[in-house]
């Protein structure tokens, strides 16, 4: 009877241990052991194992140089500009006035509509010849010829992080807000009480609740932009010269596109490195759940 | 009817089968002598059952033959502009058959191949796919194909299927063997507004001079017009090597010692010309035109000219009547002569998935007849290739097609073959280039550079080719 019950315990959870083996450790795998070979769908009888050349050639490949780099602004802009402007919204939302649920409800549209819809809203935006921004820009006087917003090298890359921003800014007032709304409306009573302004009530009161949330919303959308394809190959797929290309769209267009499975999972490889030595790091520095252990 | 004909073919075989061993033709020598003494109990025993076993292989044949085989056909270009007469010929052949059905899915162009090179990874391709011929050799060199050299060379009606384009097909694969058939044909034109042009008292242009004159006269920058819109997409260099070949009048891809023709000095003297033209005769925002955003610049007049094939003549004529714009041959070239790289051909193939090849074939030769043929050029305005249809009224109506075969017809008229059977064309085209080209639009590279690096990738991978 003892025997039994030592056993089922592990018997029961087979399922599920066999699951996430077919689903996430077998592919993970697969990319790392793919990540050794050539593989080339227009070359079928010369993928074999290279070993480390695909990381040899990613490092002197200046694409790669370029997309990093487009990557890094990306993610640090991007999640910076929308936990600023997600927390502002959501301090603001927080407060009770008139038509405050239409309003939430309006704020919220954005992270509900697919990246390629947005995309396509974005891109009838930006258009230089019968775009609205460029009218609207023309007739306030700001500019007096049609820019390309996503076709210029100067304009294209930060085009992007607005129509993203646009997009992004509702998933942390949503978070924020949720967790605003947990702080106990007593402490802020008690704050004024100590003749605490806006920004004390907001140091002393709001961020120590909301730290646990700022710190995973944060990590999270910093793992998605890293991650983001579709606003940016729906807009300017990486171009013009590159001048958008992150990581990811690199490593989507060399293995969607042109069939390079073996570099193509490289990229991914060394990817996911930065992405884990970046969580890792980030949730060390932040101290990210100490609270919950003490 | 073709049906009724394999139900006969197959009940004559059958028949056949049930004659020859009942005689012993077919059989071993065993039963050769069996049927030699036929005054024996034993060889009349075996010929009773061996009438009996092909009796029930015929009934198994004729039950199999009703059995409903369901086929996946995949179109590589759906839209607006193709995809309803799909719709109606494959609702057609479905009706004029009792056991093949066949379900149609289209796939946008953008990730047509993505999705075609995914499926063939992962052994899920469809039955039978449309596919543009620069993919062919890559699906050859995955041996992913069905071999229709037996299906063709079978068929009465492949006489009538242009001879030209299935040699290009050959091309494809080293060994020379029939992997897919061209139904239809776009040939590369120049498209003009015939309107914007009238207004402006611009003349049509017949020569390369009088093109970049044109576009010059036609900008109105300030008004929204633009004498010229190019592509700056992954299918920039595609249109790119149309009109370099048409304004060189440059025969050969490759000279002969298998250097690629590509950066010749009149294709750099063209590229200098036509990199003038951006951002000032072109918008800014064509560096990284798509297709839709050409055809978008050019229908809604914000674009007089744009280089296409006569794929896009469905579009302009949803939205412009005909007295608004025509589709003309490029000028004539350097040496006096129109040099043509063969457009964009589509055509059909049978992945080796497929359990029913047969009933695949059935389908194919379907959308080949003239019928069909006929009906799917005239919708989509491209040059049928089974020959029948080219003496058929709408073609001589329809001016873009008649244009393109007005050239091809032309004595001055030379063919340039492009490389597609190169498992790496692909790549240079789309992948490697396109971002070269907007480097150079935009002074970061330059012209030689930009031609030079194209014509040396294109000269390694043909020595390549050949070593193989």
Request: aromatic share 12%.
């Amino acid at each position: 009877m003892r025997k039994k019950s030592r056993y089922i315990p592990y018997l029961l959870m087979m399922p599920t241990l066999a699951l996430l083996c077919w689903l996430l450790i077998y592919p993970v795998g697969n990319v790392f052991f793919t990540s050794f070979r050539q593989e080339m769908l227009n070359r079928p009888k010369q993928n074999a194992f290279i070993g480390m050349d695909n990381y040899i050639r990613i490092f002197s490949d200046p694409v790669f140089w370029e997309a990093l780099w487009n990557s890094f602004r990306w993610v640090v802009s991007e999640v910076l500009l929308q936990m600023v402007f997600g927390l502002g919204l959501a301090l603001i939302l927080k407060e009770r006035f008139r038509g405050c649920g239409i309003f939430r409800a309006i704020l919220f549209l954005p992270w509900a509509l697919s990246g390629v819809l947005v995309s396509l809203l974005w891109a009838m935006m930006y258009y230089e010849n019968v775009g609205v921004l460029n009218d609207l820009l023309q007739k306030l006087g700001i500019i007096s010829k049609a820019v390309a917003w996503t076709g210029n090298k100067n304009t294209a890359f930060w085009s992007l992080v607005i129509a993203e921003l646009w997009r992004g800014i509702p998933f942390f007032s949503i978070m924020l807000l949720a967790s605003l709304q947990t702080v106990p409306e007593e402490l802020y009573e008690a704050c004024r009480a100590d003749g605490g302004g806006a920004l004390a009530r907001l140091r002393y009161v709001s961020f120590p609740y909301i730290k646990e949330t700022l710190v995973l919303t944060t990590l999270l959308r910093t793992i998605w932009e890293f991650n983001s394809v579709d606003l940016i190959l729906n807009l300017t797929g990486g171009g013009p010269v590159h001048k958008t290309t992150t990581l990811a769209v690199y490593l989507a267009n060399t293995a969607r596109r042109d069939g390079n499975f073996g570099y193509g999972s490289a990229l991914a490889v060394i990817s996911f490195m930065i992405l884990l030595v970046l969580a890792a790091s980030y949730l060390k520095l932040s101290g990210f759940g100490k609270e919950d252990s003490l | 009817m073709k049906k009724q004909a394999g139900k006969l073919a197959g009940m004559a075989a059958a028949v056949l089968s049930a004659a020859l061993l009942a005689t012993g033709c077919g059989g071993s020598q065993e039963s050769g002598s069996a049927a030699q003494s036929d005054t024996t109990a034993a060889a009349s025993t075996d010929a009773v059952s061996a009438a009996a076993e092909t009796e029930s292989e015929a009934a198994e044949t004729e039950e199999a033959s009703q059995e409903v085989v369901t086929l996946t056909f995949w179109d590589e270009n759906a839209g607006e502009s193709r995809t309803p007469y799909y719709e109606e010929l494959i609702r057609r052949f479905n009706e004029s058959q009792d056991h093949i059905v066949v379900e149609y899915e289209g796939i946008p162009s953008s990730s047509a191949k993505e999705k075609y090179d995914v499926a063939i990874a992962t052994d899920t391709t469809p039955d039978i796919g449309h596919c543009n011929a620069a993919w062919g050799s890559n699906w050859v060199a995955q041996e992913c194909l069905v071999n229709l050299d037996d299906y063709f060379a079978a068929w009465d009606g492949s006489k009538d299927i242009n001879e030209n384009y299935v040699r290009l097909n050959r091309e494809l694969d080293p060994e020379g063997r029939l992997f897919m058939i061209t139904d239809t044909v776009s040939s590369p034109l120049m498209w003009v507004r015939t309107d914007i042009l009238k207004e402006k008292g611009v003349e049509i242009p017949t020569t390369w001079d009088e093109f970049f004159d044109a576009a010059q006269k036609l900008t109105d920058a300030a008004n929204g017009l633009y004498g010229f819109a190019f592509r700056g997409d992954s299918s920039s260099c595609v249109e790119l090597q149309h009109v370099l070949y048409a304004y060189s009048g440059i025969e050969d891809y490759f000279d002969d010692q298998g250097v690629c023709t590509i950066n010749a000095p009149e294709h750099v003297e063209f590229m200098e010309r036509y990199k003038a033209l951006y951002n000032t005769c072109t918008a800014e925002s064509d560096i990284t035109n798509g297709y839709k955003e050409m055809v978008a610049a050019f229908d809604s007049g914000s674009a007089a000219m744009i280089f296409h094939n006569t794929g896009s003549a469905s579009e302009h004529a949803a939205v412009l009547s005909p007295d608004q714009y025509q589709a003309v041959a490029f000028p004539i070239s350097k040496t006096g002569t129109y040099s043509y790289t063969a457009g964009s051909q589509g055509g059909f193939c049978i992945f080796d998935t497929c359990e029913y090849p047969d009933e695949a074939w059935e389908f194919i030769q379907y959308m080949l007849s003239e019928d069909a043929n006929s009906y799917w050029n005239q919708s989509i305005g491209q040059i049928p290739m089974n020959n029948k249809v080219l003496e058929e009224a709408w073609v001589d109506e329809s001016q873009c097609t008649r244009e393109a075969l007005n050239i091809l017809a032309s004595d001055k008229c030379h063919l340039v073959s492009q490389p597609k059977y190169l498992p790496d064309y692909s790549t240079i085209m789309n992948t490697n280039n396109p971002p070269n080209f907007q480097a150079m639009l935009l002074d970061e590279m330059s012209v030689q550079e930009f031609l030079d690096q194209w014509a040396n990738q294109m000269t390694e991978a043909y020595k390549e080719y050949q070593n193989q």
